[in-house]
């Protein structure tokens, strides 16, 4: 079947305006990560979605930030107000469960380059 | 706080020696370690896990709680394990994956 699917795969958009990423994971996966991939840095955790449980939001850098997931499945990370500090490639992820004390394989996405000018 | 280091950018073997990519970690509960792997223009994918105590490509890693380290390590590299190597951390008690900056491994001819 097809893997996590990520669009746009590049955005360039000016300091200010907002963006949208989209997320589709694999079917049936009811785990979903956004992570953030900066030059030189490792992945920043940004948020989770489990099922129907409350996303952790934890990892959200600022409220400019913020994502949904709409009927379990495909999920839009938002970034309002862009910053040039916002450059980077935003990765999706999703797994067929993550339980407390069960982890899966997490199945991650080609990425979304932003470029903010 | 729970938090993963990968000492080294850049990581430079000849094909067909020994390479060890280091991971350490910090957390005081039950880790679960994992290794990904990112070959170029290429997905972000799984490598293996220390729960599964098996060897993919050629590569092993052994989960030291003493140490609080999980190397990567392969006996004879090859020119395609060149790539971009993380170490990350779950655990039982908390939803998010903690991933390293990342190794980039070059085994030249």
């Known amino acids: 079947g097809a893997g996590v699917s990520q669009s746009p795969s590049n955005k360039v958009t000016e300091k200010g305006k907002d963006v949208e990423l989209r997320c589709d994971p694999i079917s049936g996966h009811t785990a979903l990560y956004w992570y953030r991939q900066s030059l030189g840095q490792g992945l920043e955790f940004l948020i989770y979605f489990q099922g129907n449980s409350a996303p952790d939001k934890s990892g959200l850098p600022s409220d400019r930030f913020s994502a949904e997931r709409t009927g379990g499945s495909v999920s839009t990370l938002t970034i309002q107000r862009t910053q040039q500090e916002d450059s980077a490639v935003y990765l999706c992820?999703?797994?067929?469960?993550?339980?407390?004390?069960?982890?899966?394989?997490?199945?991650f996405g080609p990425g979304t380059r932003l470029t903010v000018l | 706080a729970q938090r993963v280091t990968q000492p080294e950018k850049l990581l430079s073997v000849f094909k067909g020696a020994p390479v060890e990519l280091k991971c350490n970690y910090s957390?005081?509960?039950?880790?679960?370690l994992f290794w990904y792997v990112q070959y170029s223009r290429q997905r972000l994918q799984l490598l293996l896990r220390h729960i599964s105590r098996e060897s993919i490509k050629g590569f092993t890693a052994d989960l030291n709680k003493g140490e609080t380290s999980f190397h990567l390590k392969k006996p004879f590299a090859q020119e395609e394990d060149s790539a971009m190597y993380y170490c990350?951390?779950?655990?039982?008690?908390?939803?998010?994956?903690?991933f390293g900056s990342g190794t980039k491994l070059n085994v030249k001819p």
């Open positions: 990350a951390l779950s655990g039982r008690d908390f939803n998010k994956f903690y």
């Open positions: 957390y005081s509960g039950s880790p679960e």
């Open positions: 992820a999703s797994s067929f469960s993550r339980e407390w004390g069960h982890t899966d394989t997490q199945y």
